[in-house]
Structure formats: C-alpha cells, structure tokens
C-alpha cells in the first residue's frame, strides 16, 4: 500500500509540474458583461463609470451593489508554513493560492484572489490585510506559520468589518468537528460526556477545541497532547506559551481537569474519542493505544500523506469508527467540504465576521447533510453538490441570527441564491472547457 | 484568591522556591542569551537563598494556598547615596504558578511587600525583568507603575551568547 502511494504521489508531482508550465496558471479575471461594440466601454468605463463611482462616495457599503466586491475574497498568506514545505516565501505559494482559488470558484462560485505578501512582521502584515478590505467582501488566511496565524485572526477578525477566515484553523476544525457528531450519533454518545484526546497541538487542533467548546464539549474532559507530552499548567515550557502562545496556555490551564501528566499513552486512557493532527505517519503513533480508549472508541487521525496509524491497525484495535484526511479510506475530513460554501454563505448574507457560533452552526449543517450516518460514512464527500449550497444557506442564516449579516434573506432565499450562482459559475465553466476555450490536457491525457 | 496566605519564606519553602525560582530563570533564558540558566548552580543558590531569609536586605515572601507555595517575590532593599527617598526595594524574583495565576496573587504579594516595606518607611518599589517580558510589563503597568531605568548589554565574543 506504501509503495503504490507513493509511485501515485510521484505520477501527480511530475504531472503537476508539467500542466503549471503548459497551462501557465491556473486562474484569470475574465470579464462578465457584454460588449457589444466599443461603445459600451462609455458604459463600463469613462464617461458613464464616474457617476458609479460618485454613488459609492456617498456610501461605501455600495461597493458591494454596484461592484463585484460581493463576490470577492483575498486568499491572503505571507507563505511561512506553506502545505508541509514549511517557510517558502510569498512566490513559492503561489502555486497553492491558485489551487485554492480554483476550489473556491468552482465549488462555492466565490471570486478568490490569490494575495501572497512580504512581510517582515505580523504587525505588517495586520496593516496589509487591513488595507485591502475595500476591495474584498471576505478574507482567507492561508497557511500562515503557528502562532502568528492565530495572533493574526484574532486581531484581523476584531478589526476589520468583513469576515476574517484561516482555513487550516477554521476549515479543518468544522470538518472535524462535523465528523465527530456524526460519529457521536453512530456510537450513541453525548457530546457534553465524552472524553476527547487531542494529539498535536498545531493551527488545526487548537483551533478545534475552542470549536468543541463552542459545540458544547466539556474543556475538563479534553486533554491536548504534543511533542513534549499531556499539556497542563505545570510543564516546564508552560511560561514560554503563556508569552509565545496565549491561545494554547489557555487551553493548558483550561482542559485536562484531573491535571494528567504523561504522554499520550496516558491521555487516552478511558478516552472516547482521539482527533491526531500530527506528523505524517505510518507509526507516528502506536495503534495498541487504541486498547487503552474507552468501547467505541472514535479515532480521527488526520496527517497527511499517510495517517498516523493505519484505519485497520486503529479497527484491529478496537476503534468502531476510523476517519483519516485521504480520499481512498471512508470518511475523509477535509477542509473542502466546508470553506466554499462557508465563503458563499457569509457573502451571500454579507456579513460583518464569522465566529465560533457559526462554525458549530456550519458542521451541524455538514452533519446533517449525511441522511443516515453510518460507521463508514460520518461526512459528505465533495461530489456531494447538494452540499455546498446547503452549508451556505445555514451559514447565512445564522449570521443573520447573530446579527452579523448586512442582508435579510430566509434560509430558503440564501439556499435559492447560492445555488443559482454556483451552478451559474459552473455552468461556464464546463461550457468553456466542452468548446475548447479552456485548453485541454496536452496529448488528451486520461482523467485519474 | 481567597483562603491565599501571603508570609515570609521559611527554610522549609526552599524546595518549591527554588522550583519557581528556575522556572523564572529558564522563561528568561528564552528572552535573552546572555540569561543562560546555570543548571550546575543550584546548591549555591540554596545556601545564597538560605543565607539571606532573615537577613535585612532582603524581602522574601510566598503566597501559599491549602499548604503549598503557590507564588514567591523577592526584593532587594537597595541604598540610594545620590537621591531621595534614600532606601528602594527592587523586586528582582517574582512568579506565581501557572494554574494560579488571573487570580489576583500577584497583586495580593506586591500589597504585602508594600506594607512590610511601609513599618521601615520604604516606600519607594521598583521591579525588575527582561525588556521583552511583555506580561510582567503588562502587569506592573497595569498597577500604575512606569519604566524608569533601561539596562542595555552586549557580550564579547568569548561570552555565553554566539
């Protein structure tokens, strides 16, 4: 099974490499009104362009009527923890800001602009991301190096008056927390009686416990685990976090009731569920600690390319539910299901900002897309167009419940609207690539 | 916090002082090179700390909670030749423990050097730590004290720090 992944990862690594530099990019501003002769620049452009512009003087918030600003985000990263490449420069991400863009145009018809910066600060950075807010309706934070990602949203979502979204924070903790109800509903568990067992405390980990709190889980039944052992207030490096890491001290001091000490051997003892968002496995932790979790254990471990541990090593263990970040296993947590419709929801709704409320909003939405949740399937998978819509409607919805929302529409309005504007976007799409205008693979090579 | 007894440190505190003590000293470390925690030091620093508990020149203080030190401040009486007020008490070791801490210790443990500080007619309290200890300056600045002093510091290349 090793051996077949990888001779896959190597056939998409050299492919990639070669369409990048056939299709040169993979995303263009193409325009969307008529043009019948030139004469309609007047309209478009000068003379006819200034009283628009005059309009928007006398009330910014017309920028989103009268420009596509509605539809626009930032994908926003300064490329300091690009995928698992670490900190390769604002240049080097581009290539992922695309792939990201493509996904947030053709599954939730958001116009996503790739934004990678220099910045030699995160105060720097603050100040960039501030001074693009009139261009966009929404900003996505995009594989920003841990802790500054979360200094970053924090302030930018406190600052600014469109929604601030990191998706390796937000993204990965809806899915997964999206999953685990799921999860909960198959092994009849209570959210507020579980014990869960965080392995990793990077972006996507910490991120989720504040949602689980959020979702209603007990902070005293979840323990975090990291390189250095069970996280809690006496830890030797517990001063450096309260200075370097705020939102990770708070969890030492706020989870892990009964103080355990230890590693994860000892975390997971009576556990039920075990979320991994860890270095890329196989091994990376021992599936015999499985036997040590309580009955119907629920094991998610998330690494990417391999699992921490095998699905069948985690079964074979005693785990009744395994869910992994890969499309060849069932029950595949992965962000995709949720930022493209979280993104058409909010700007449907044009909200002010996004927070934990709508995010639990936003996986109950995710969770309940699955009619009957069953052992091998917790989650959607992405072909489940019905999805993206559904989630943006909800997502909408609450917003406008919290009173983050700039515009009243019923659940049924958003759902109606966001379906029409991504079946639009991809009805373009497809018909672009069906007359050849979006130029075929070289060769017509085989579709994977 | 309530049921938090603040008193002087007795020899029997010394194994948890000097816990906190290094803690301090290692979360230092991280701000500078040139805070190095001597690991090798610690018997001397048990027979320093065990030298000064009842010397004048010191105040040590614990906060303990349900028969545990919780906290522990310790300052210098220092003699001002030049200025008045003629005596300062400079607070150089300060730490409260982790779980302990937003609870108001801090503060209660500044109160009581103050007024042990008032019997002798000091009044005058200045704190020391690292410029980019950005907590203790939130903390003090949040109790109405202001920087008054920078110590500025460059090692030769045969020093600790590369």
């Given at each position: 099974?090793?051996?077949e992944?990888?001779?896959?990862?190597e056939?998409?690594?050299e492919?990639a490499l070669?369409y990048?530099?056939?299709?040169?990019?993979?995303?263009q501003?193409?325009?969307?009104?008529?043009?019948?002769?030139?004469?309609?620049?007047?309209i478009?452009y000068?003379?006819?362009?200034a009283?628009?512009?005059?309009?928007?003087?006398?009330d910014?918030?017309?920028s989103?009527?009268?420009?596509?600003?509605?539809?626009s985000?930032?994908?926003?990263?300064d490329g300091?923890?690009?995928?698992?490449l670490?900190?390769?420069?604002p240049?080097?991400?581009?290539?992922?800001?695309?792939g990201?863009?493509?996904?947030?145009?053709?599954?939730?018809?958001v116009?996503a602009i790739?934004?990678?910066?220099?910045?030699k600060?995160?105060e720097?950075?603050?100040s960039?991301?501030k001074?693009?807010?009139p261009?966009?309706?929404?900003?996505n934070?995009?594989?920003?190096?841990s802790?500054?990602?979360?200094?970053?949203?924090?302030?930018?979502?406190?600052?600014?008056?469109?929604?601030?979204?990191h998706d390796?924070?937000?993204g990965?903790?809806s899915?997964?927390?999206?999953?685990?109800?799921?999860?909960?509903r198959?092994?009849?568990?209570?959210i507020?009686?579980?014990?869960?067992?965080?392995?990793?405390?990077?972006?996507?980990?910490?991120a989720?416990?504040?949602?689980?709190k959020?979702a209603?889980?007990?902070?005293?039944?979840?323990?975090l685990?990291?390189?250095?052992?069970?996280l809690?207030?006496?830890?030797?490096?517990?001063?450096?976090?309260?200075?370097?890491?705020?939102w990770?001290?708070?969890?030492a001091?706020e989870?892990?009731?009964e103080?355990?000490?230890g590693?994860?051997?000892?975390?997971?003892?009576g556990?039920?569920?075990?979320?991994?968002?860890?270095?890329?496995?196989?091994?990376?932790?021992?599936?015999?600690?499985?036997k040590?979790m309580?009955k119907d254990a629920?094991?998610?471990?998330?690494?990417?390319p391999?699992?921490e541990?095998?699905?069948?090593e985690?079964?074979?263990n005693?785990a009744r539910?395994?869910?992994t970040g890969?499309?060849?296993?069932?029950?595949?947590i992965?962000n995709?299901l949720?930022?493209?419709?979280v993104?058409?929801?909010?700007?449907?709704?044009?909200?002010?900002?996004?927070?934990?409320?709508v995010?639990?909003?936003?996986?109950?939405?995710?969770?309940?897309?699955?009619?009957?949740?069953?052992?091998e399937?917790?989650?959607p998978?992405?072909?489940?167009w019905?999805?993206?819509?559904r989630?943006?409607?909800?997502?909408a919805?609450?917003?406008?419940?919290l009173?983050?929302?700039r515009k009243?529409?019923?659940?049924?309005?958003?759902?109606?609207?966001?379906?029409?504007?991504i079946?639009g976007?991809r009805?373009?799409?497809s018909k672009?690539?069906?007359l050849g205008?979006i130029?075929r693979?070289?060769?017509g090579?085989h579709k994977? | 916090?309530?049921?938090?007894?603040i008193?002087?440190?007795k020899?029997?505190?010394?194994p948890?002082?000097m816990?906190?003590l290094?803690r301090?000293?290692r979360?230092?470390?991280e701000?500078?090179c040139?805070f190095?925690v001597?690991e090798e030091?610690?018997?001397?620093?048990?027979?320093?700390?065990t030298k000064?508990?009842?010397d004048d020149?010191?105040?040590?203080?614990?906060a303990?909670y349900?028969?545990?030190?919780?906290?522990?401040?310790m300052?210098?009486?220092?003699f001002r030749?030049?200025?008045?007020?003629k005596y300062?008490?400079?607070?150089?070791?300060?730490?409260?423990?982790?779980?302990?801490?937003?609870?108001?210790i801090?503060?209660m443990?500044?109160?009581?050097l103050?007024?042990?500080l008032?019997?002798?007619?000091?009044?005058?309290?200045?704190?020391?730590?690292?410029?980019?200890?950005?907590?203790?300056q939130d903390f003090?600045?949040?109790?109405?004290?202001?920087?008054?002093?920078?110590?500025?510091?460059?090692?030769?290349t045969?020093?600790?720090?590369?």
């Amino acid at each position: 099974m090793i051996m077949e992944d990888q001779e896959r990862t190597e056939k998409y690594n050299e492919d990639a490499l070669r369409y990048s530099e056939y299709f040169k990019g993979k995303i263009q501003t193409i325009s969307k009104v008529p043009v019948r002769s030139l004469d309609d620049f007047s309209i478009w452009y000068t003379p006819g362009v200034a009283a628009v512009s005059k309009k928007i003087a006398s009330d910014p918030d017309l920028s989103f009527e009268l420009t596509g600003r509605w539809n626009s985000i930032a994908i926003l990263t300064d490329g300091t923890r690009v995928l698992g490449l670490g900190n390769i420069g604002p240049e080097a991400a581009m290539p992922v800001m695309e792939g990201k863009a493509l996904i947030f145009n053709y599954l939730g018809g958001v116009n996503a602009i790739p934004v990678p910066i220099r910045v030699k600060s995160r105060e720097e950075f603050v100040s960039v991301a501030k001074a693009l807010e009139p261009s966009f309706g929404g900003i996505n934070l995009e594989d920003i190096e841990s802790p500054k990602c979360f200094f970053l949203l924090e302030t930018l979502q406190k600052e600014m008056n469109i929604p601030v979204w990191h998706d390796d924070q937000l993204g990965t903790a809806s899915i997964t927390l999206a999953g685990v109800i799921n999860a909960l509903r198959v092994v009849g568990k209570k959210i507020d009686q579980v014990k869960v067992v965080f392995n990793g405390a990077g972006a996507a980990n910490i991120a989720a416990a504040f949602l689980f709190k959020a979702a209603g889980f007990k902070m005293k039944n979840m323990i975090l685990v990291d390189s250095k052992g069970i996280l809690q207030p006496e830890r030797e490096d517990i001063d450096s976090l309260m200075i370097n890491n705020p939102w990770k001290y708070q969890l030492a001091i706020e989870t892990n009731g009964e103080r355990i000490k230890g590693d994860l051997s000892n975390a997971v003892e009576g556990a039920d569920l075990l979320i991994s968002a860890a270095k890329s496995g196989p091994d990376t932790i021992d599936s015999k600690v499985v036997k040590k979790m309580n009955k119907d254990a629920v094991v998610f471990v998330l690494a990417n390319p391999i699992p921490e541990m095998w699905p069948e090593e985690a079964k074979e263990n005693g785990a009744r539910i395994v869910a992994t970040g890969r499309s060849d296993f069932s029950n595949q947590i992965n962000n995709s299901l949720v930022f493209p419709g979280v993104f058409r929801g909010v700007l449907d709704a044009r909200a002010k900002g996004v927070n934990f409320d709508v995010m639990v909003a936003a996986s109950y939405e995710i969770a309940n897309f699955v009619e009957e949740p069953s052992e091998e399937k917790i989650v959607p998978t992405m072909e489940e167009w019905e999805l993206y819509p559904r989630l943006a409607s909800a997502v909408a919805s609450k917003t406008v419940e919290l009173g983050l929302a700039r515009k009243n529409d019923s659940k049924e309005g958003f759902y109606r609207r966001a379906r029409e504007i991504i079946e639009g976007n991809r009805n373009i799409y497809s018909k672009l690539m069906d007359l050849g205008l979006i130029k075929r693979m070289p060769n017509g090579e085989h579709k994977y | 916090m309530v049921n938090t007894n603040i008193r002087r440190m007795k020899k029997e505190d010394l194994p948890e002082v000097m816990d906190q003590l290094l803690r301090l000293k290692r979360l230092n470390s991280e701000f500078d090179c040139s805070f190095t925690v001597s690991e090798e030091s610690k018997p001397d620093i048990e027979k320093y700390l065990t030298k000064i508990l009842n010397d004048d020149a010191h105040v040590l203080l614990v906060a303990e909670y349900s028969s545990r030190v919780v906290g522990i401040l310790m300052a210098d009486i220092l003699f001002r030749i030049y200025y008045t007020p003629k005596y300062e008490a400079r607070i150089r070791e300060f730490y409260v423990m982790p779980e302990y801490r937003r609870k108001g210790i801090g503060k209660m443990l500044i109160e009581a050097l103050r007024s042990t500080l008032k019997e002798r007619d000091i009044i005058l309290i200045t704190a020391e730590f690292p410029s980019l200890n950005l907590i203790a300056q939130d903390f003090y600045r949040k109790l109405g004290y202001r920087e008054i002093v920078s110590i500025y510091g460059q090692t030769s290349t045969n020093g600790p720090c590369p």
